[in-house]
């Protein structure tokens, strides 16, 4: 019964690296969304739509039921799969990714959302500067680099068609949500700074899960506190063996 880790914006199944390395079970998938550091399928159009079939389709191959994690937009996947597939899913994990009536987009992600201004900003996003602002955001500089190295034009355009796509998530999803009934941990860093801890609270308590809270850590827990978040996840998966 494998592990499925799903990475979110701007990275790649490369944000796992820290975190799988200190897990002792070996069955890890860590798919690299269409369009992030990998080729789009034929007729693959970017929204939150598509990328949530295209991970059933991951699911489905495997042929069994996954623990299934998501961080950033990865999260968001995360709840919305559980929600319309439970049958897929023995248990799920994520964390700092909203699907919140009351969650107002960041900044950046609403000016990603706004034709014109979403491409100016995309053609300042890369190589230095790119590093330096994950870095400024709590990313270790290394893996910062290396995310930015990966940052073309297929991902910038990519990203805003999902953002595009998601203006009104929290209403479309949230009562979805609601509804799962699967062993759930919300995994939050504690010192978002895109995400306020009370949306993973809101979380917990709407699908009844176990609540984490990974202090000291910005948006990236799994590059920031990946033995923290390593052993968190082996204790919940433990616990519904």
């Given at each position: 019964m494998p592990a499925v880790l799903v990475h979110g914006v701007p990275d790649t199944h490369r944000l796992w690296d820290k975190l799988r390395s200190r897990l002792s079970r070996r069955d890890i998938l860590t798919p690299s969304l269409p369009g992030f550091g990998v080729p789009l399928p034929p007729?693959?159009?970017?929204?939150k739509e598509a990328y949530v079939t295209w991970l059933i389709g991951e699911i489905e191959r495997v042929g069994v039921p996954v623990d299934l994690v998501g961080h950033d937009w990865g999260c968001l996947f995360v709840q919305r799969v559980v929600s319309v597939r439970p049958d897929l899913i023995r248990t799920w994990g994520a964390g700092n990714g909203p699907i919140d009536r009351e969650y107002v987009w960041h900044d950046l992600a609403q000016q990603w959302q706004t034709p014109g201004v979403g491409e100016a900003i995309m053609a300042t996003m890369g190589g230095d500067a790119l590093a330096e602002g994950l870095a400024a955001a709590g990313v270790p500089a290394e893996d910062a680099r290396t995310?930015?190295?990966h940052m073309d034009e297929r991902m910038k355009e990519c990203i805003l068609g999902l953002y595009r796509s998601a203006v009104r998530v929290g209403e479309e999803w949230e009562a979805d949500v609601a509804r799962i009934g699967r062993p759930a941990l919300v995994l939050w860093s504690r010192?978002?700074?895109y995400v306020a801890p009370r949306f993973a609270e809101r979380l917990a308590e709407r699908v009844r899960?176990?609540?984490?809270?990974?202090?000291g850590c910005g948006h990236w827990w799994p590059l920031e506190h990946p033995a923290e978040a390593a052993a968190a996840l082996e204790r919940f998966w433990r616990a519904h063996a």
């Open positions: 007729d693959f159009h970017p929204t995310a930015a190295s010192d978002d700074p899960g176990e609540l984490v809270f990974l202090e």
